[in-house]
């Protein structure tokens, strides 16, 4: 067994996201830099847009070091609000378009971000949510720009609602057209993205990625997946997350490959996407390749283009990667990231199968990326022998320096720069990874990170919940699904799909309980606390 070995791709040499950037377009101006259904913006276009946009942000008082929130799904807005981002030294605030009302506001709080970039179907809720806050301009984006085809199964409409106050962005870029904003220089050590996560402990807080950090994992992660010039990205993963904001964007865009875009993950859009495109590489969830498997004309033609799939957020089933297999003739392979080490840094080689940890049954998660250490230790943080479980710990230039504003919080769970995971691993002595179990209370739906205690403050405030525990268990679909654990108030009632329809109202729909139990009296130990574990280890398999 061989790992690719690591070119660099000539990234490193690169002082920012920017120089990159720009790199590329030097080497292949003309090349199509971004497809959106029939759609489609050449390098050389892209950069021209996004000078202009870039101007339009600064005269709207954005500078170097600001943070501005992209709050959009997979649309050509949010590739170029990015660049226009690098190009003022200012960081990409990503936020979820599923976040509603205090979830956004308070993680735009938090950052203290000076702007928002939304969908103009959210302009109208998003200006009120923010209002009196740190934000002191919207410009919002249609989801109809950039391709004339107006798909039925994507835009439930060809009517378009009225631009935030401070603009349309496409408007914008026609109206700025020929302007540059004033030149900058970013450093390596400019926090590109602000990402928020759940993390290993507590509450969300924001992984300060770098310029330096998403270099390096663009870096390792093309030759190891085997993406290279002129391959054709498609955007399954979410650019708002941190998988498919560097190993599905920034990748695509910093290695003269074509980036594939089709909105809000679709199964059957997807499904003609990979078709229509010629897609040869892809990151997404389990959840997404299921969900293509169950299209009952789905077929290996589909993926006649294919070189590399890769799948991240949660550990693959042997059987689910055998089953897409023998089907589709494209084998699955796993990938591990996190926010905090700016997304893939293990993964399994392109053209390589992972192997089986046979004590747990576990398909290995693949082996560490050049530059990144991984090692399994006792809760004393000693290395522990080759095949023994311990916690993974990880250590390298993919590792965000911190959270930001938490320098506590950053240095209980990256003590001396190594992140402390969560994650109960094994290395066997080829160095092939395998996750077995988890530390925290953290649950993982489709890739995406759900706290318990989000989950059950939301139920707390139904007036007839006395108690609420909020657990994972295993879902051969989304990795894990949300279960909730309830206790009444003496003479009120409620319904499980009561709890479920109020849980909606206040969470986005991936962290709401999709079943909801009844029980007099929850677990607790002596002083109280419930007794998550003692839930998970009994939830009831329906």
Known sequence: MTAPENPAAGL??????????????????????????????????????TDALAAAFEARGTKRG???????????????????????????????????????????????????????????????????????????????????????????????????????????????????PSPVHPVRDDVAFLTYTSGTTGPPKGAMNTHGNVLGVVATC????????????????????????????????????TLVLAGRFHPEIALEAFAEHKVTYTIGSITAYNAIYELPHAGPEHFASVKSLY????????????RFEKRFGAYIHNGYGMTETT?????????????????SGTLSIGMPLPGLTARVVDPEGRPVPHGEQGELELSGPQV????????????LTMPEGRLRTGDVAVIDEQGWVYLVDRLKDQINVS???????????????????????????????????????????????????????????????????????????????????????ELRDTTPQG
């Open 12 to 49: 490193p040499r690169h002082d920012s996201l920017l120089s990159a950037w720009k790199a590329r377009v030097a080497g292949n101006p003309d090349g199509v830099a971004l497809r959106y259904f029939d759609g489609a913006l050449s390098a050389r276009e892209l950069d021209s847009a």
């Open 66 to 180: 600001d943070r501005v929130g992209v709050y959009l799904q997979n649309v050509p807005g949010y590739v170029l609000a990015l660049l226009a981002l690098w190009k003022l030294g200012a960081t990409a605030l990503g936020l979820n378009p599923m976040y509603r009302r205090q979830e956004l506001r308070r993680i735009v709080d938090d950052a203290g971000a000076v702007g928002i970039v939304c969908a103009d179907t959210d302009a109208e809720e998003t200006v009120g949510t923010l209002a009196g806050g740190t934000v002191r301009w919207t410009v919002s984006t249609s989801a109809l720009d950039f391709q004339s085809r107006d798909d039925a199964r994507v835009f439930a409409t060809a009517e378009r609602p009225s631009p935030a106050p401070d603009g349309d962005l496409k408007a914008l870029i026609e109206e700025f057209t020929g302007r540059r």
């Open 222 to 257: 093309a030759p190891w997946t085997g993406v290279s010039e002129g391959d054709v990205v498609f955007a399954m993963a979410p650019l708002f997350h941190i998988t498919g904001a560097v190993v599905n964007a920034a990748l695509s865009l910093l290695t003269d490959t």
């Open 311 to 322: 799948s991240g957020g949660a550990p693959i089933p042997p059987a689910t990667v055998e």
């Open 343 to 359: 997304s893939a840094v293990i993964a399994v080689p392109a053209g390589l199968r992972a192997p089986v940890h046979l004590p």
């Open 400 to 411: 965000v320096p911190g959270y930001w504003g938490k320098p506590e919080v950053t240095e």
């Open 447 to 533: 890739g995406y990170k759900v706290w318990p205690r989000e989950v059950e403050d939301a139920l707390y405030e139904h007036p007839s919940v006395l108690e609420a525990a909020v657990v994972g268990r295993p879902d051969e679909y989304r990795g894990e699904t949300v279960v909730a654990y309830v206790s009444l108030k003496s003479g009120l009632s409620a319904t499980e799909e009561e709890l479920i329809a109020f849980s909606r109202e206040r969470l986005a729909a991936y962290k709401c309980p999709r079943r909801a139990h009844f029980i007099a009296d929850l677990p607790k130990t002596q002083t109280g606390k419930i007794r998550r574990a």
